[in-house]
């Protein structure tokens, strides 16, 4: 099920990650889903996107990194 916007996020990537951070998840997920069809598969592949660009700081919390 692709989501359509980020208030649809699972609680773990809407609750923790930054706004830009949620948009990277959900066309992320989005695009896996539909290329692989495998919803377990696509939320690997959003977080993997995400960590591309944000890691977690001292504080666990998402930053952008630099």
Known sequence: MPYKQITQLPD???????KHAQEIYK???NSAEEQYGDE?????TAWSAVEQKYEKNENGNWV???
């Open 64 to 66: 952008q990194k630099e």
């Open 27 to 29: 066309e992320a997920f």
């Open 12 to 18: 773990n990537a809407k609750n923790n990650l930054p």
């Open 40 to 44: 377990g598969r696509a939320h690997a």
